[in-house]
T-cell receptor, first 116, second 109 residues
Framework: GAGVSQSPRYKVAKRGQDVALRCDPI?????LFWYQQALGQGPEFLTY????????KSGLPSDRFFAERPEGSVSTLKIQRTQQEDSAVYLC??????????????FGPGTRLTVT | SQQGEEDPQALSIQEGENATMNCSYK?????LQWYRQNSGRGLVHLIL?????REKHSGRLRVTLDTSKKSSSLLITASRAADTASYFCATRGFQKLVFGTGTRLLVSP
């Protein structure tokens, strides 16, 4: 079956541009997560949705980062006025359950953002 | 910030050998998970061990957990070139996963 998909796979933005990254989770998955992975590091949590509700955005590094999931399925991560330090791979993951301690997360292939 | 650290940072072995990587973490956990990441398949869940378990097996994978030392190890037996990847441990904080820094494993034919 279809896994988590993300688009675009690669994005080059000039400093100061806005970008929008899309995530299509596995159909029916309640939970959706965004992570940021810098080169040579492990993924770091950005934000979490349960259906359309954004329950945790503690990992968003600044108010230039904004995420939404208006209908509880597709999610968009938007970065305004991109900076060079935003260059990273942005990973989306989904999981079936909404309760604490539920199952593993299924990751998409990521979007590699390069800010020049 | 990263929850834990993997050790070693990089590991290079020959096919058929065993690979052991270690993970240390900082806070109390309900479970600890191991993930593999390579360029072909992205980040893939390998195995989950709960805090009340000490050892778990899945195919060629063996995971141990020592909650008193806040550490876990992943053993891959009879390694294959296809095992070449980065391996991360991850602990669960509320819903989010908190990843370690990763071990880069290279398995040479």
């Amino acid at each position: 079956g279809a896994g988590v998909s993300q688009s675009p796979r690669y994005k080059v933005a000039k400093r100061g541009q806005d970008v929008a990254l899309r995530c299509d989770p596995i159909s029916g998955h309640v939970s959706l997560f965004w992570y940021q992975q810098a080169l040579g590091q492990g993924p770091e949590f950005l934000t979490y949705f349960q259906n359309e509700a954004q329950l945790d955005k503690s990992g968003l590094p600044s108010d230039r980062f904004f995420a939404e999931r208006p209908e509880g399925s597709v999610s968009t991560l938007k970065i305004q006025r991109t900076q060079q330090e935003d260059s990273a791979v942005y990973l989306c993951a989904s999981s079936p359950g909404g309760r604490v301690g539920s199952s593993e997360q299924y990751f998409g292939p990521g979007t590699r953002l390069t800010v020049t | 910030s990263q929850q834990g650290e993997e050790d070693p940072q990089a590991l290079s072995i020959q096919e058929g050998e065993n690979a052991t990587m270690n993970c240390s973490y900082k806070t109390s956990i309900n479970n600890l998970q191991w993930y593999r990441q390579n360029s072909g398949r992205g980040l893939v869940h390998l195995i989950l061990i709960r805090s009340n378990e000490r050892e778990k097996h899945s195919g060629r994978l063996r995971v141990t957990l020592d909650t008193s030392k806040k550490s876990s190890s992943l053993l891959i037996t009879a390694s294959r070139a296809a095992d070449t990847a980065s391996y991360f441990c991850a602990t669960r904080g509320f819903q989010k996963l908190v990843f370690g820094t990763g071990t880069r494993l290279l398995v040479s034919p």
